[in-house]
C-alpha cells in the first residue's frame, strides 16, 4: 500500500519537475513572451473599463497562440499577476474567455501527457469557474481520463474536483475505474474531499454505482462518505455485517461507527471486540476504537475485557476508548492489570505517554 501511495506521489513529482524545468530552461523567452501577452491584455481590460467591446481579433490571436504550450506558460504568468486585482474589469475580462477557453480544451486534448496535464492544471489554477459557465469544457475534459497518463489524470480529476458538476465528477472516476489505471485509495479521497460543489449529491450519485466500482474504488468513497455524511448509518450497517465483503471495505463502515452513533451498531461492535480469533484482530481493534463513543456498562466490559488480548493494536485501541470514557488509569490498573502482564504494560504504557505529552505542554508555555 505505501508503495503504490509512493508511486503516485512520484509520478505528479515528475510532472512538477518537468514543468518547472521547462519554465526555467525558457525563462528569458518566457518573459518576453510574458510581457507581449500583459501588453495585449491590459490593452483589452482598459477597453472594458472606458465602456468599450473587447476587439474580437483578440480572442482569435488568444486561441491561435495559446495552442502552443509555451505561450500558454506565458499566459499562465499573465493571469498571475492580472487576478491579483479584484477589479469588475478584469472579471468581465475572463468571463469573455470562455469560449477561448473551450477551443483550448479541445485542443490540449489531442496533445501529448505532459501537454493535456498542463493545460488541466491551468484551468483548475485560475479558478476559471468563478467568472465563466464551465459545463462545455468539463465535458470536453472528462475525455482527458482516458489519456494513457496517471499524472494527466490526476491533474484532470483535481480539476473536475474544483469546477466540475457531480455527474462529470462520478464519470471521470468511473473512466479511472475501467482504465485498471492504480491510484491509491488515499488519493482518490482525498481529491474527493476537495470537491467544491455539492457533497451530498456527489454522494448519492456514487452510492448510485457503488457495486460498478472495483473494491479498490469502493473503498475510497466510503471514506469519503465517512468524512462528509452521517445519513449513510442504515447501508454501512449492511456493509459491516455482510461476510462477503472484502475486509478493508467492512473496516471502513466499522470507522463510519466511529465517527456516527448508531444505536443498533453497537451491539455488533462489542461482539468484534470480544472475538478471541487472532485472524479477526483488526475488527476487533478499528471496533475498540468506535467504541469510544458508545456508553453503557457492556461497552466498558468488553473494554475492559481487550485490555487483557494478546495483540498490542487491540490492547492500545481500547485503553484509549477507556480513557474517552473518562476511566483512570491508577483505578483501572487495580482491575484489569495487577495480574495481568498484558494489561499492565499497556496501561503504563499510555500514563507515560500521557507524562510525556503534559511535559511537552508545559516546555511550549
Known amino acids: 500500500m505505501l508503495y503504490g501511495y509512493g508511486a503516485v506521489c512520484v509520478s505528479m513529482i515528475i510532472f512538477n519537475f518537468v514543468y518547472n524545468m521547462i519554465m526555467k530552461g525558457s525563462d528569458s523567452r518566457l518573459k518576453k513572451r510574458s510581457e ?42 499573465v493571469l498571475e499577476s492580472v487576478l491579483q486585482n479584484d477589479e ?39 479558478s476559471f469557474k468563478n467568472y465563466m459557465n464551465m459545463n462545455d469544457i468539463q465535458n470536453v475534459m472528462i475525455g482527458y481520463m482516458n489519456k494513457d497518463s496517471l499524472y494527466c489524470r490526476i ?24 482504465s485498471d489505471s492504480f491510484m491509491h485509495e488515499k488519493i482518490l479521497t482525498d481529491g474527493l474531499l476537495s ?7 456527489l454522494i448519492h450519485i456514487l452510492w448510485g454505482k457503488i457495486e460498478d466500482f472495483s473494491e479498490r474504488v469502493q473503498l475510497s468513497i466510503l471514506n469519503y462518505i465517512r468524512f462528509k455524511s452521517g445519513d449513510y448509518c442504515e447501508e454501512m450497517f449492511d456493509i459491516m455485517q ?21 444505536e443498533k451498531a453497537k451491539e455488533p461492535l462489542i461482539a468484534f471486540v470480544s472475538d478471541k480469533n487472532p485472524i479477526n484482530w483488526e475488527y476487533a481493534a478499528i471496533s475498540a476504537t468506535s467504541l469510544a463513543r458508545y456508553e453503557g456498562e457492556d461497552v466498558l466490559n468488553v473494554l475492559m475485557e481487550a485490555m487483557h488480548s494478546s495483540n498490542w493494536y487491540v490492547r492500545y485501541n481500547a485503553s484509549i476508548s477507556l480513557e474517552n470514557h473518562h476511566l483512570n488509569y491508577r483505578d483501572l490498573i487495580e482491575v ?10 499497556m496501561i503504563m504504557y499510555r500514563l507515560d505517554s500521557r507524562r510525556i505529552e503534559q511535559d511537552e505542554k508545559e516546555a511550549t508555555i
Not at 491533474?155 to 475501467?178: H, K, P
Not at 470537491?195 to 449529491?201: E, P, R
Request: with cysteine; proline share 1%.
Open 36 to 77: 507581449k501577452f500583459n501588453k495585449y491584455v491590459s490593452e483589452q481590460i482598459e477597453r472594458i473599463k472606458d465602456g468599450k467591446e473587447v476587439r474580437s481579433k483578440h480572442f482569435t490571436y488568444l486561441e491561435k497562440k495559446l495552442s502552443h504550450v509555451h505561450k500558454l506558460m506565458a499566459f499562465d504568468r
Open 88 to 126: 469588475p474589469a478584469i472579471a468581465e475580462y475572463m468571463g469573455l474567455l470562455q469560449p477561448v477557453m473551450l477551443h483550448l480544451a479541445e485542443v490540449y486534448q489531442k496533445r501529448d501527457n505532459l501537454q493535456c496535464a498542463y493545460f488541466a492544471y491551468f484551468i483548475e489554477k485560475h
Open 155 to 178: 491533474n484532470t480529476l483535481q480539476a473536475l474536483y474544483t469546477f466540475g458538476d457531480e455527474e462529470s465528477v462520478a464519470e471521470a472516476i468511473s473512466i479511472l475505474d475501467r
Open 195 to 201: 470537491y467544491t460543489g455539492d457533497n451530498n449529491k
Open 242 to 262: 455482510d461476510k462477503s465483503k472484502d475486509k478493508e471495505i467492512r473496516l471502513s463502515a466499522i470507522r463510519y461507527f466511529g465517527k456516527y452513533i448508531y
Open 336 to 345: 484489569v492489570g495487577g495480574k495481568d502482564r498484558y494489561a499492565r504494560e
